[in-house]
């Protein structure tokens, strides 16, 4: 027998999909010690994409000397994955990022992850997709799931959690408006365009806000903080982005975001072990019903 057998594809799917949901989930972490640095969301979210910028420009440009990939693009499908991408990677990050000013970790990683409940109350809203009866089982356990760290979180910090949940609920609603109308512009140019084109897009336009409302020629910036920034753009940003890509690939959107459920509870281990976040039996017992309440929505009908 050949003891170095290969590693079949949907084994290498479901390692990309692990690797991306773990790097996406330490996201929070690294953010809060970046805060700790004294540095804003504002500059934070700009100097990440200034990082990550010059990587998506040149994959774009090695993906573009395909002439079948290139022939994929036109000044109308640009247009228009700019503007998706400027909802998912521009404002929707912006909004976790100020959010994650107000709350803990683990709650603003909980309060996002309700996104794919969103998806399916936008996609009745504006396709006329029908809300089912698991629909609204999911949309119960998972919200349930939420209230109960949200609850204990205010109990314990007070009416700043209202604050940042507010902006984590624009995040998760924004990044479903971008999920929802990504779907077909995917489709029609590739995921690895697609990808490549929307964050150029949202790094240009997190760039011009920074230039508009910061100082340039004085960040306040540590280079603590600097190489922090540095591993969240390439290591939460970038890597992640492409797995998540390969892992659709090679197992399915349905199987990738299965795996993706995960990401809270990634979340909670590095949160307490990293910044000693608390862990009760109200974070496990949300952490529980949020999964669940993901896993019934994305469970077959």
């Known amino acids: 027998m050949d003891s170095h057998k290969a590693i079949s594809p949907t084994t290498i799917g479901f390692i990309f999909a692990i690797a991306s949901a773990a790097l996406f989930a330490i996201r929070p972490i690294f953010v809060k010690l970046v805060y700790a640095e004294g540095v804003d969301s504002t500059t934070l979210i700009a100097f990440r994409m200034l990082f990550s910028l010059p990587i998506y420009v040149l994959l774009l440009a090695w993906f573009l000397r395909e002439t079948e990939l290139k022939n994929r693009l036109n000044a109308k499908n640009i247009l228009a994955i700019s503007i998706v991408g400027m909802f998912g990677y521009y404002a929707a990050s912006f909004l976790d990022l100020l959010g994650l000013q107000y709350v803990t970790a683990q709650l603003g990683r909980?309060?996002?992850?309700?996104?794919?409940?969103?998806?399916?109350?936008?996609?009745?809203?504006?396709?006329?997709?029908?809300?089912?009866?698991?629909?609204?089982?999911?949309?119960?356990?998972?919200?349930?799931?939420?209230?109960?760290?949200?609850?204990?979180?205010?109990?314990?910090?007070?009416?700043?959690?209202?604050?940042?949940?507010?902006?984590?609920?624009?995040?998760?609603?924004?990044?479903?408006?971008?999920?929802?109308?990504?779907?077909?512009?995917?489709?029609?140019?590739?995921?690895?365009?697609?990808?490549?084109?929307?964050?150029i897009a949202a790094s240009t336009g997190i760039l011009i806000h920074y230039a508009l409302t910061r100082s340039i020629t004085q960040p306040e910036v540590t280079p603590n903080a600097l190489w922090l920034i540095l591993i969240i753009a390439i290591f939460c940003t970038v890597i992640p982005t492409f797995f998540t890509t390969s892992a659709v690939a090679r197992?399915?959107?349905?199987?990738?975001?299965?795996?993706?459920?995960?990401?809270?509870?990634?979340?909670?281990?590095?949160?307490?072990?990293?910044?000693?976040?608390?862990?009760?039996?109200?974070?496990?017992t949300g952490i529980a019903l949020t999964i669940a309440g993901i896993a019934v929505l994305k469970g077959k009908p």
């Open 110 to 199: 909980m309060i996002l992850y309700i996104y794919p409940t969103f998806v399916v109350l936008l996609g009745a809203v504006f396709f006329g997709e029908r809300i089912t009866l698991r629909v609204v089982i999911s949309l119960l356990i998972t919200y349930s799931g939420v209230a109960i760290i949200f609850g204990h979180d205010l109990n314990v910090f007070g009416n700043d959690v209202f604050t940042g949940a507010l902006f984590i609920l624009g995040a998760a609603l924004t990044f479903s408006f971008y999920l929802l109308f990504s779907k077909s512009l995917i489709a029609e140019v590739g995921s690895r365009l697609f990808t490549c084109v929307a964050l």
């Open 251 to 284: 197992i399915g959107a349905d199987k990738t975001g299965i795996v993706a459920m995960a990401g809270p509870a990634f979340t909670s281990i590095f949160a307490v072990s990293v910044l000693a976040e608390s862990f009760t039996i109200y974070h496990a």
